[in-house]
């Protein structure tokens, strides 16, 4: 089984192909257009900016898929792409365009729910090597943080997320009042790795809830008003250094603290994390020492860097699992999406 995902929920145009085999799932082809660089000279993204870019990117992104995977469309058995959440202009250039071409080309078209192909990053992997239900589900991304528990394909429970900031939307709210360019998860981690984690005590909100909630907002505001009450020289490397490893590791100590609760409370034996913030490694060498504490054994699932960021092969993976529509054509793009239904 053959499948090309394509991806446009938010800056990236992204178009994947992948296979499925007795040995498992494989990437053909994975190619990535990104108008980053263009929106961090803006601090963030500028939706109709992303949108434009997209018009332009999304047909040469496919063709190159195809050409670096060696196949023609008549090779391809299916036609995934994602359907929401993320920006509308954004969603609507991918489910557009691959209407088209599933009509064009008589392919099936599986829409995918751009959360939960996060998560399907973790399945591109030989069988041996793929997640076993159930299992707790991190999801921490630019917009976006929720624990699930999957108890099998397509079924699973909502157990908590966050209240107000995403994770990664916090480290690029701190970045930008740290005068460093978008994304800014990237950067924080890469100058806290000189830095030292405790040098300002900053505030792990609903860490003692008894829930798997998470809440960033007041990260960003405690972190505003320790620039301007102490009058911070960010200039110095070395207190800037220092900011960016306290900002990482409050995220980080929330993020392990109410995983680790749903892993108990939900007694699974594997840990799936996923999305843009996952590729922070910092967090993901806590996480294993975390993991280790626990009585019980518990297997950690991260997909490589390149696939913790959004990616056409992600959504290919998740459309393994999921059934194409009727009717290609009665598919619409819903930027409000969710897990917490
Ligand atoms: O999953 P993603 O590519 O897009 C969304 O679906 O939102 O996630 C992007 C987010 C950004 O907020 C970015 O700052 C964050 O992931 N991110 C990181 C790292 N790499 C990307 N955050 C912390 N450390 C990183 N190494
Ligand atoms: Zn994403």
Known sequence: MIILGVETSCDETSAAILEQNEQGIQILSNIIASSAPLQSKFGGIIPE??????????????????KEAHLRPEDVDAIAVTEGPGLIGSLLVGVETMKVLAETWQKPLIPVNHLIGHYYANWINNKSNQPQFPCVGLLVSGGHSDLVLFKDHSQFEYLGGTRDDAAGECFDKCARLLGLSYPGGPQISKLAI??????????????DSRDFDFSFSGLKTAVATLITKQDLYLSDQQ??????????QAIIDSLIKKTVAAIQNCHVEQLIIAGGVAANKKLTEEFAEALEQLPQKIKLFVPPSNLCTDNGAMIASAAFYLKPVKNALDTQANPNLSLAY
């Open 239 to 248: 207190v800037l250094a220092n900011l960016c490893a306290s900002i990482e």
């Open 49 to 66: 900016q992303a949108a434009r870019e997209q018009i332009k990117s999304i047909i040469p992104v496919i063709n190159e898929t195809l």
């Open 194 to 207: 000189i830095g030292d984690p405790k040098s300002y005590n900053l505030p792990r909100p609903l860490n």
